[in-house]
């Protein structure tokens, strides 16, 4: 019985790109693991810049996946900050990380390489010891709940790549402790095309909010890139990221048709009003919870705690047999 564990990082508000690619896929599996898997909202990870969109992110993401069918019941839902056990764990753990390991890490290089490249600036400019020892802090959360695989992009592979590293000394130094964790890159993740054409991501400005209301989801979809051609003219569906997008959440029966439409030369104004009912069928309950859970943020708040309660039953004991490992025990009994 694997234990899978998940975290996410609360920027933002999630896009219809997470929801088809992370969101749907992760709340399907989680209705029939064998083991009870693990979702944390990872807001240590998130401190450093504006306080309010940290708390405001927190609920909206946690609001996102209630709405999309995530049942506390089933998993582990939790906030990272919630549980005292993570922070102790990640300083016992920077006791046995190398530094020379952590300055491997690509956020790090990738920092140092860009103030480099700037002449006359520190190589060490505006890195702060969060960046630096993020790696630790995620070892602390995989580690806590003795995770064996952690679904993640590929961006964040090094990151559980160090967890194991960390893991491997600590266990080799101080006897069995830890569960090795392994990364399992979703490589056939559904990545949907943006507004432009591009990879839909914060980054590029280009995403559909997951719930954003009826009326501006209809006016974003209107947005979306297509080529010249006339209605009437057959049109090709694997240039499309209108298609690309419909068929993310479609049915096999209902894609095979608009494909059809496409030879018969759908309209793109038509097609797009297509692909509007569609999102906005499969959406509109889970939106209509969504805004609901916003209005009530205390009933939020009380599945997090609820939620703490029942991972704090697994990492305080847990952490009591790490202290008693590394030598941090009462004098007496
Ligand atoms: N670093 C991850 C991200 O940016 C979020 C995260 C924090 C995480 N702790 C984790 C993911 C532990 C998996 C396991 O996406």
Not at 8 to 37: C, E, L
Not at 176 to 193: H, K, S, W, Y
Not at 307 to 312: D, E, L, Q, T, Y
Request: with cysteine; aromatic share 8%.
């Amino acid at each position: 019985m694997a234990i899978v564990l998940t975290g996410i990082k609360p920027t933002g508000q999630p896009h219809i790109g997470n929801y088809v690619g992370a969101m749907k896929p992760a709340v399907a599996s989680s209705r029939d693991a064998s083991a009870t898997p693990y979702f944390f909202i990872a807001d240590y990870h998130a401190i450093g810049g504006d306080a309010d969109a940290v708390a405001h992110s927190t609920l909206e993401i946690t609001a996102s996946w209630l709405a999309v069918g995530l049942d506390p019941n089933r998993v582990m839902l939790y906030r990272q900050s919630d549980i005292p056990e993570i922070p102790e764990l990640t300083w016992i753990l920077h006791c046995m990380t190398a530094k020379g390991l952590m300055n491997r890490a690509h956020a790090y290089k990738a920092a140092v390489a860009e103030n480099e490249a700037t002449p006359g600036r520190d190589p060490d400019q505006a890195v702060m010891m969060n960046l630096y020892s993020y790696p630790i802090l995620m070892a602390a959360d995989i580690l806590m709940f003795k995770a064996d695989k952690v679904p993640v992009g590929r961006d964040q592979k090094q990151h559980v790549e160090m967890a194991r590293d960390i893991a491997q000394r600590f266990n080799h130094h101080f006897g069995e402790t830890f569960v090795l964790p392994e990364a399992v890159i979703g490589d056939n993740i559904a990545t949907l095309p943006g507004l432009d054409g591009r990879k839909m991501s914060k980054s590029y400005s280009n995403v559909v909010p997951l719930f954003a209301g009826e009326k501006q989801l209809r006016k974003l979809l209107m947005k979306i890139k297509t080529n010249s051609l006339e209605p009437g003219q057959p049109k090709d569906p694997n240039d499309s990221a209108l298609y690309e997008i419909y068929r993310a959440f479609a049915t096999d029966a209902e894609t095979a048709a608009v494909r059809t439409r496409y030879a018969e030369g759908i309209a793109w104004g038509e097609m797009k009003q297509l692909l509007f009912e569609r999102i906005n069928t499969e959406l509109a309950p889970a939106r209509a919870e969504y805004e609901r859970l916003m209005a009530h943020p205390r009933e939020i708040e009380d599945v997090l705690q609820q939620g703490a309660a029942k991972a704090r039953a697994v990492s305080r004991p847990f952490l009591a047999e790490i202290r008693d490992r590394i030598g941090i025990r009462p004098l007496a009994r």
